[in-house]
């Protein structure tokens, strides 16, 4: 099983271009995730999908856009990329939305933004 | 509000040493989940251990040992005899009302020397 795929695993950006990080799960989990983990401060949630057409705002939304249109795929898109968007970002998925199983997560994407 | 607190920003040892990994946390749910993930230099999350707020019991598994105190609002993880493979970010999170929304503490950077 491959699990959780995350692209690219690095990406440079200069200020204001748009990028999509794609994250995909073959694992048939209906809860999937992104996070941002910057230094000093552990990861924080941006936003989450509990099923296909479904999904909410996390913690840091700001800037960010998310859809998810089949269970396998949540991909991230930043509209204007903004150096304060430097981070690595993980996307992660669980089995059940109830917290009561664990979320695995890709590999991550660093994301630098010039 | 729920949060999660890992006061040692970082704790080097020699290897063999004990090694205790405090994570306190808040919430005003009665049911939540407490989780450790490893992180190590090569960057992905390893989930190490979920424990639900109904269910108080320490666990060992091999090296590491866990404690989970609700009257102290604590759920410390101690890796015995550390080795250098050890060595990594650990993070305590907390998913409280469901959708496996994690609130993840800043993390502890263990270093572990030969």
């Known amino acids: 099983n491959a699990g959780v795929t995350q692209t690219p695993k690095f990406q440079v950006l200069k200020t204001g271009q748009s990028m999509t990080l794609q994250c995909a799960q073959d694992m048939n989990h209906e809860y999937m995730s992104w996070y941002r983990q910057d230094p000093g401060m552990g990861l924080r949630l941006i936003h989450y999908s509990v099923g296909a057409g479904i999904t909410d705002q996390g913690e840091v939304p700001n800037g960010y856009n998310v859809s998810r249109s089949t269970t396998e795929d949540f991909p991230l898109r930043l509209l204007s990329a903004a150096p304060s968007q430097t981070s690595v970002y993980f996307c992660?998925?669980?089995?059940?939305?109830?917290?009561?199983?664990?979320?695995?997560f890709g590999q991550g994407t660093r994301l630098t933004v010039v | 509000a729920q949060k999660v607190t890992q006061a040692q920003t970082e704790i080097s040892v020699v290897e063999k040493e004990d090694v205790t990994l405090d994570c306190v946390y808040e919430t005003r749910d009665t049911t939540y989940y407490l989780f450790w993930y490893k992180q190590p230099p090569s960057g992905e999350l390893v989930f190490l251990i979920r424990?639900?707020?109904?269910?108080?019991q320490n666990e060992i598994s091999g090296r590491y040992s866990w404690n989970f105190q609700k009257s102290t609002s604590s759920f410390n993880f101690t890796i015995t005899a550390s080795q250098v493979v050890d060595s990594a970010v650990y993070f305590c999170?907390?998913?409280?009302?469901?959708?496996?929304?994690?609130?993840f503490g800043a993390g502890t950077r263990l270093a572990v020397h030969p």
């Open positions: 992660a998925s669980s089995y059940s939305a109830g917290g009561n199983t664990e979320a695995f």
């Open positions: 999170a907390l998913n409280e009302g469901g959708y496996n929304k994690l609130i």
């Open positions: 424990r639900n707020s109904f269910d108080e």
